[in-house]
């Protein structure tokens, strides 16, 4: 848990860089409100107090990092209270719970807060004063992320936006985009990922599925005529990539068995597609990921490994 949390560390510099000092305070409130209501359910529920194992703090950043960079700092406290208390421990506590908690917080804002969880977008500050980008100072200056731009008007709105497609392609690989907090830079998150791949602490099956799906499907269907979508845009833009590699990779509401990674990767980049095209909303990385969830033990079952599999003999009888 304090590898994953320390590989989501660039990812929170860039932003920082990119937004301004507002988004590491309220990375701070949500891992704080999150370590809090772990000790307050633990105890109210008179389990051993486990906070030092760094689930709530991943908990607490990753929630931070798919909110908007300007959001009112009680909610990451009500999301703390959605993801820990109700997503986790009252299912059981850590390694029971059925949802990704970071998630489940996320989408409870989205439904509770829509304002102020689709009003949030800023652009990049264009100067190195970074500590007078608090609150107030940035309200009145918002912009339209990439996805929303895609879905509104394609890549002919995003290139009058921000230039041509080589131009774009490098700012949104290093982060120098509107988005939630940690999902502006390519770059940072897969530094983090490929890190935990070279660890061996997650695989490259599921990331590469997820990519990969998004990736093709937008080029088959996203376009104007078949074959005529961007699947680069697709992967760098939202939080494609922080989904694959720290959202879609959880021990314990993902499978881990080689073959059904590959098909929940699979199941997460066609439910994206399908809801950044068809859906009402620019982003599916999150509600894909949620939706595939449940069906973790269903792949567990049916993708378990051979020395796990009754043996013949009890089957025949």
Same mark, same amino acid.
């Given at each position: 848990?304090?590898?994953?949390?320390?590989?989501?560390?660039?990812?929170?510099?860039?932003?920082?860089?990119?937004?301004?000092?507002?988004?590491?305070?309220?990375?701070?409130?949500?891992?704080?409100?999150? &370590?809090?209501?772990?000790?307050?359910?633990?105890?109210?529920?008179?389990?051993?107090?486990?906070?030092?194992?760094?689930?709530?703090?991943?908990?607490?950043?990753?929630?931070?990092?798919?909110?908007?960079?300007?959001?009112? /700092?009680?909610?990451?406290?009500?999301?703390?209270?959605?993801?820990?208390?109700?997503?986790?421990?009252?299912?059981?506590?850590?390694?029971?719970?059925?949802?990704?908690?970071?998630?489940?917080?996320?989408?409870?804002?989205?439904?509770?807060?829509? &304002?102020?969880?689709? =009003?949030?977008?800023?652009?990049? $500050?264009?100067?190195?004063?970074?500590?007078?980008?608090?609150?107030?100072?940035?309200?009145?200056?918002?912009?339209?992320?990439?996805?929303?731009?895609?879905?509104?008007?394609?890549?002919? +709105?995003? $290139?009058?936006?921000?230039?041509?497609?080589?131009?774009?392609?490098?700012?949104?690989?290093?982060?120098?985009?509107?988005?939630?907090?940690?999902?502006?830079?390519?770059?940072?998150? /897969?530094?983090?990922?490929?890190?935990?791949?070279?660890?061996?602490?997650?695989?490259?099956?599921?990331?590469? =599925?997820?990519?990969?799906?998004?990736?093709? /499907?937008?080029?088959?269907?996203?376009?104007?005529?078949?074959?005529?979508?961007?699947?680069? +845009?697709?992967?760098?833009?939202?939080?494609?990539?922080?989904?694959?590699?720290?959202?879609?990779?959880?021990?314990?509401?993902?499978?881990?068995?080689?073959?059904?990674?590959?098909?929940?990767? $699979?199941?997460?980049? =066609? !439910?994206?597609?399908?809801?950044?095209?068809?859906?009402?909303?620019?982003?599916?990385?999150?509600?894909?990921? !949620?939706?595939?969830?449940?069906?973790?033990?269903?792949?567990?079952?049916?993708?378990?490994?051979?020395?796990?599999?009754?043996?013949?003999?009890?089957?025949?009888?």
């Amino acid at each position: 848990m304090w590898t994953v949390s320390a590989c989501l560390m660039p990812s929170l510099i860039i932003s920082i860089f990119v937004f301004g000092i507002q988004t590491l305070i309220i990375t701070l409130v949500s891992v704080l409100s999150c &370590v809090a209501v772990e000790a307050v359910s633990q105890r109210a529920l008179n389990r051993p107090i486990t906070i030092s194992d760094g689930s709530a703090v991943l908990t607490g950043i990753l929630m931070a990092f798919v909110i908007p960079p300007n959001v009112p /700092l009680y909610l990451p406290v009500l999301g703390a209270i959605m993801a820990i208390y109700i997503g986790k421990h009252l299912l059981g506590g850590v390694g029971y719970n059925i949802f990704n908690p970071a998630l489940l917080a996320r989408t409870f804002l989205m439904a509770s807060f829509p &304002v102020a969880m689709t =009003a949030g977008w800023i652009p990049p $500050i264009e100067n190195m004063a970074l500590f007078t980008h608090i609150g107030s100072d940035v309200d009145a200056v918002t912009t339209a992320t990439p996805l929303y731009l895609l879905s509104h008007g394609g890549v002919d +709105l995003l $290139i009058q936006e921000y230039g041509q497609l080589s131009s774009i392609y490098t700012q949104f690989f290093f982060g120098w985009q509107p988005g939630c907090i940690g999902e502006t830079s390519a770059l940072a998150v /897969l530094l983090g990922g490929v890190y935990l791949i070279y660890r061996g602490y997650i695989t490259w099956h599921t990331p590469v =599925a997820v990519l990969g799906s998004i990736a093709v /499907l937008t080029w088959i269907f996203g376009g104007d005529s078949l074959f005529g979508g961007d699947p680069i +845009l697709a992967v760098l833009s939202g939080g494609a990539i922080l989904g694959a590699f720290f959202m879609a990779t959880d021990y314990v509401t993902t499978p881990m068995g080689t073959k059904a990674k590959i098909i929940f990767g $699979i199941g997460v980049g =066609a !439910l994206t597609v399908l809801i950044r095209l068809k859906g009402g909303y620019p982003e599916g990385i999150c509600y894909a990921i !949620l939706l595939m969830n449940p069906f973790t033990p269903v792949f567990e079952d049916w993708f378990k490994p051979e020395r796990f599999a009754p043996a013949k003999e009890e089957v025949a009888q």
